[in-house]
């Protein structure tokens, strides 16, 4: 089965900075790439995702970059803020086109980003 | 819209005894999942509905059953828990080939 590794397991950085958070996964099957962030105590909520038809994906601050090849992708954030402070969890499944697939999220470990004023 | 919902947010059993945690979602959503989340470990799925009718085991199902009673609904079930079992879990549910919304969680405590 899929395995997804993410690094690094913690981020401490200055309000302003840019923070990058990469994740690797096993299977070359896997075409959907979503990533989470959970505040302290609370639910994981989408912030971005890519399909392995692109390369990169950007929203505002927040952009995401997918190595089909290499088979990693990694989450990049920029002019970071304290309230971007939180657990980010990367996860890749199989979806096809046909939305037949049951959507069977792996998740990586998880990255504590702190973000100091 | 609630989304997703869960009961109860807060458990606290004792080794052996059962509980069943409930997962509701109302937005007509085909599949539904059931995570456990532990620290250090990211979230692990325990059980899945594709769609109404059918339930499959995920990463982690020993210890745990499943039953989808309606579209709307998929609850988890604990027949003996365990200390191992102490964690928080998390209900999902998805549209097709697309995002999966989580609900509020469970937090479980087997003493």
């Known amino acids: 089965g899929e395995n997804v590794e993410q690094h690094p397991s913690t981020l401490s950085v200055q309000e302003g900075d840019s923070a990058v958070i990469k994740c690797t996964y096993s299977d070359s099957a896997s075409n959907y790439f979503p990533w989470y962030k959970q505040e302290l105590g609370k639910r994981p909520q989408l912030i971005i995702d890519?399909?392995?038809?692109?390369g990169e994906k950007k929203d505002q601050r927040i952009a995401v970059t997918l190595n089909k090849t290499a088979k990693h992708f990694s989450l990049h954030i920029t002019e970071t803020q304290p309230e971007d402070s939180a657990v980010y969890f990367c996860a890749a499944t199989v979806a096809n086109a046909g939305g037949t697939s049951y959507g069977k999220l792996t998740f990586g470990q998880g990255t504590i980003l702190t973000v100091h004023p | 819209n609630a989304g997703v919902t869960q009961t109860p947010k807060f458990q606290v059993l004792k080794t052996g005894q059962s509980m069943t945690l409930q997962c509701a979602q109302d937005m007509n959503h085909n599949s539904m999942y059931w995570y456990r989340q532990d620290p250090g470990m990211g979230l692990r799925l325990i059980y899945y509905s594709a769609s109404e009718g059918t339930t499959d085991k995920g990463e982690v199902p020993n210890g745990y059953n499943v039953s989808r009673l309606n579209k709307r609904e998929f609850s988890l079930r604990l027949e003996s828990a365990a200390p191992s079992q102490t964690s928080v879990y998390f209900c999902a549910s998805r549209r097709r080939a697309d995002t999966q919304y989580f609900g509020p969680g469970t937090r479980l405590t087997v003493l």
């Open positions: 890519i399909r392995s038809n692109v």
